[in-house]
């Protein structure tokens, strides 16, 4: 008797609590993988003041991304939202020094 009263407050609890989707990390990785040249090495995620949320990939290959790539999720429940905060560096030094284009 005692455990059936339990069983129906955890499953009231579970109901009344609000279930809500989050950027998940592999959401993010994947919009480096198809949007970057960044390989990545490490994933940090920092919650902004407004709700959204800050990710930091930092890249094993930092010729076109030596501080690592920054992503911005205004909506925290919805990957659409996020977009990239920074592009890559591109060296033209190099390509001149290549003979390449100007």
Do not use: W
């Amino acid at each position: 008797m005692l455990a059936n009263f339990y069983g129906l407050i955890i499953s009231l609890v579970v109901l009344a609590t609000p279930a809500f989707a989050q950027v998940m990390d592999y959401q993010v990785l994947r919009l480096v993988s198809l949007k970057t040249d960044c390989r990545r090495d490490n994933l940090t995620r920092e919650i902004t003041d407004n709700g959204g949320l800050l990710f930091q990939v930092r890249c094993q290959n930092i010729s076109h991304f030596p501080q690592g790539v920054k992503i911005f999720c205004p909506d925290a429940s919805d990957e659409r939202s996020c977009v990239l905060l920074n592009k890559g560096v591109e060296f033209k030094q190099l390509m001149l020094l290549q003979g390449g284009e100007q």
